[in-house]
């Protein structure tokens, strides 16, 4: 009985996982099927020819490259930012005592509930007048702008886990507040900035809306964007670079993950503990 439970949840388990996952396998086999089979009625799941010129095309013939470019940049640039500046501001939250301590950190978490919809307009008006519209530098300041209080809010938690005797110990020794900080601090931190680095590029690689408020030129369009213009119009959608645009901009994400996830787990693991 207990081996006909296991396989029945077994089976349960991957019928979950395939429903989850065709929506993926079918835009890898689209992306790789001639133009003239994908709108074959009935429809086939295998392509009969396997060609690749939808990502010839994508690549040689359209602006994706500089789309992609432009897309990582934007990532890892607010990635730097907000991880730079959380890791310092959530080891202010947790390890220094002043007035109005607990209420910021209330508000940082009030800030991240807020609608980022509500934010585009204010933001737009103070790009254009502090002149920096238009340019990646604005949707790295915008998207700074939500990922920051998310970031602050759970780098709080992997360093409440860190014990306060390792920090002073440190200082005991000589070391100054910056160093115990450097030497001891974030090398505990590590899998819950790693996690929290994950979560940030995630957010700023995915974006939508700040891209298409901030951003009407293609020299500083991201790739959400800068696919949905090229490729999609009011008369005609061209599906199979779009598949083939869709795997490509998976890719960074499918490649973060296999090299990370194993400071992911850990992260979530060290974020559970409060020392």
């Given at each position: 009985m207990k081996m006909v439970r296991r396989v029945a949840f077994n089976l349960f388990a991957w019928s979950v996982v395939g429903l989850v996952a065709f929506p993926l396998i079918w835009m890898v086999i689209t992306s790789v099927k001639p133009q003239f089979e994908l709108f074959r009625i009935p429809p086939t799941f295998l392509p009969e020819t396997v060609t690749f010129e939808h990502y010839w095309t994508l690549i040689y013939d359209t602006p994706f490259l500089k789309y992609m470019r432009n897309s990582l940049l934007i990532a890892f640039g607010t990635t730097?930012?907000?991880?730079?500046?959380?890791?310092?501001?959530?080891?202010?939250?947790?390890?220094?005592?002043?007035?109005?301590?607990?209420?910021?950190?209330?508000?940082?978490?009030?800030?991240?509930?807020?609608?980022?919809?509500?934010?585009?307009?204010?933001?737009?008006?103070?790009?254009?007048?502090?002149?920096?519209?238009?340019?990646?530098?604005?949707?790295?300041?915008?998207?700074?702008?939500?990922?920051?209080?998310?970031?602050?809010?759970?780098?709080?938690?992997?360093?409440?886990?860190?014990?306060?005797?390792?920090?002073?110990?440190?200082?005991?020794?000589?070391?100054?507040?910056?160093?115990?900080?450097?030497?001891v601090i974030l090398p505990q931190a590590l899998p819950g900035i790693i996690s929290t680095s994950l979560f940030t590029f995630i957010l700023a690689w995915n974006e939508y809306l700040f891209a298409l408020v901030l951003v009407n030129t293609d020299e500083a369009r991201p790739l959400t964007t800068g696919v949905m213009n090229m490729l999609i119009s009011s008369f005609n959608i061209e599906w199979s670079l779009l598949m083939a645009a869709s795997v490509m901009m998976s890719l960074p994400l499918v490649i973060i993950f296999a090299f990370l996830s194993s400071y992911l787990t850990r992260g979530f693991g060290a974020g559970g503990v409060k020392g």
């Open positions: 730097l930012v907000v991880i730079v500046v959380a890791t310092l501001g959530a080891h202010s939250l947790v390890r220094f005592r002043y007035p109005g301590r607990e209420r910021l950190a209330q508000l940082v978490l009030f800030t991240y509930l807020l609608p980022s919809v509500v934010l585009v307009l204010p933001l737009y008006l103070l790009m254009v007048w502090v002149g920096i519209a238009n340019s990646l530098f604005s949707l790295v300041v915008a998207y700074t702008t939500f990922a920051l209080p998310y970031a602050l809010w759970l780098l709080r938690s992997f360093m409440q886990g860190i014990p306060d005797d390792l920090e002073a110990a440190a200082l005991v020794d000589g070391a100054t507040r910056m160093e115990a900080f450097i030497d």
